[in-house]
């Protein structure tokens, strides 16, 4: 195991009905104006809004709000926010939503105390400053409400592009189960592959003897291979729905990949796929992930043998174990599909014809990239081609 550093501050306020604390615990880590950000209507028409702004009535918080965040978040709309919150005066960003709002959310922190533009922090400048953060979850999926990490989509270009700092994780995040119950089966499908695709990236490692945190990732994708299918055929299963929200945070939050090497490829390569096509993050991860694990495998191959037999219940075969390995991919493509996921290009809506673009805008022109195994462009062309022709 590697040294580390983990930190992670946020106070999670968990259970049903909590949304109605939020302004308890926005006066707590000293919100005096806040920015309430959210997504599209559905937050304002089920009444969550409502119940935020009276939360914050009670407890004495001036706000002003702003709407619109789309799937894949648009820089358009963070230029809007910064300026608001300039105008207003605000000191603190509340976003009422998932992945999407959260990291928009984050991206106007960013820019509000920062003299030039937010996206320099998107294409390499560190975080220097951002206003206080906190979320009201609705959606089980990014992590994000645990993370220092933001995903923002440049609309010139159609460029997806990240950045993370500690000063980017919430100060508190409220996590209400039942707000998830009115998810389409397709969002919340997307979502589990986005919460095992965060695992998936820390599992894979050269890093050895990591016992604890290969069971705690061991852990957290059962979890999802249990759970995802029983809220899918019963969306209102409470309990099922908050192991799911809690596993969300726990595979990104990094406590199951402390000491150990990462590998992100799969999520760079998905972000060229929602950036271009602008599909769903999760959607595009069920095509992607098992691609890159098929490609990949022979690096380790009993690592993937471990994967296979302690997660998809496959029997090792001592004789051939590629064999034990490639059963376990063939078991997480074959799990995708049965929750709704696509598994090509077909499916996803994507197209074999605009790979060189996909691996142009994937940006590591000679170079390579890579934490498990390194990539080059003609890895990253074979992989996309993979992604494009899979069946189960």
């Known amino acids: 195991m590697e040294n580390f550093n983990f930190y992670s501050p946020t106070e999670f306020v968990f259970g049903k009905d909590r949304a109605a604390e939020a302004g308890h615990f926005v006066k707590k880590y000293g919100g005096s104006r806040v920015l309430i950000h959210y997504g599209g209507g559905?937050?304002?028409?089920s009444g969550l809004i409502g119940t935020v702004k009276k939360s914050l009535d009670d407890a004495g918080v001036k706000y002003c709000e702003l709407g619109g965040v789309k799937p894949n978040p648009r820089d358009t709309l963070v230029y809007k926010?910064?300026?608001l919150c300039k105008a207003e005066g605000v000191d603190f960003i509340l976003?009422?939503?998932?992945?999407?709002?959260?990291?928009?959310?984050?991206?106007?922190a960013i820019g509000v105390p920062y003299d030039g533009d937010f996206w320099d922090m998107y294409s390499g400048k560190p975080v220097e400053r951002a206003?206080?953060?906190?979320?009201?979850?609705t959606i089980a999926a990014a992590g994000s409400e645990g993370s220092g990490d933001s995903v923002i989509t440049k609309e010139d270009g159609m460029l997806k592009r990240a950045t993370g700092s500690d000063?980017?994780?919430?100060?508190?995040?409220?996590?209400?189960?039942?707000?998830?119950?009115?998810?389409?089966?397709?969002?919340?499908?997307?979502?589990?592959?986005?919460?095992?695709?965060?695992?998936?990236?820390?599992?894979?490692t050269n890093t050895t003897e990591v016992e604890i945190t290969d069971r705690l990732c061991e852990a957290?994708?059962?979890?999802?291979?249990?759970?995802?299918?029983?809220?899918?055929?019963?969306?209102?299963?409470?309990?099922?729905?908050?192991?799911?929200m809690w596993a969300g945070t726990v595979a990104h939050n990094n406590i199951v990949g402390v000491g150990r090497q990462q590998d992100w490829n799969s999520h760079g390569l998905e972000?060229?796929?929602?950036?271009?096509?602008?599909?769903?993050?999760?959607?595009?991860?069920?095509?992607?992930?098992?691609a890159w694990m098929e490609y990949v495998h022979k690096h380790n191959v009993m690592r993937f043998c471990q994967m296979a037999t302690r997660v998809f219940g496959c029997q090792m075969n001592f004789e051939d174990p590629e064999a034990t390995a490639i059963e376990g991919i063939r078991k997480f493509r074959s799990f995708l599909k049965s929750i709704g996921m696509p598994i090509n290009f077909a499916e996803l809506g994507a197209k074999e014809e605009d790979i060189p673009t996909?691996?142009?805008?994937?940006?590591?022109?000679?170079?390579?990239?890579?934490?498990?195994?390194?990539?080059?462009?003609?890895?990253v062309t074979e992989i996309y081609k993979i992604a494009a022709h899979a069946t189960l």
């Open 358 to 379: 996909l691996v142009e805008k994937f940006g590591i022109g000679d170079g390579k990239t890579g934490g498990f195994m390194q990539l080059d462009a003609h890895d």
């Open 81 to 83: 926010g910064i300026d």
């Open 131 to 137: 206003l206080p953060v906190a979320t009201v979850l």
């Open 167 to 204: 000063l980017l994780r919430p100060k508190f995040s409220i996590m209400d189960p039942a707000l998830t119950q009115t998810l389409p089966a397709y969002q919340t499908a997307c979502g589990a592959t986005d919460i095992m695709a965060h695992v998936f990236e820390r599992y894979f």
């Open 42 to 45: 559905s937050a304002v028409k």
């Open 220 to 244: 957290v994708l059962l979890t999802m291979i249990k759970e995802t299918p029983r809220v899918i055929a019963d969306p209102d299963n409470y309990e099922a729905r908050a192991n799911i």
């Open 95 to 108: 976003a009422v939503g998932g992945g999407s709002v959260i990291d928009s959310a984050k991206a106007i």
């Open 271 to 290: 972000h060229e796929l929602s950036g271009l096509y602008d599909v769903a993050h999760g959607a595009g991860l069920a095509v992607i992930m098992p």
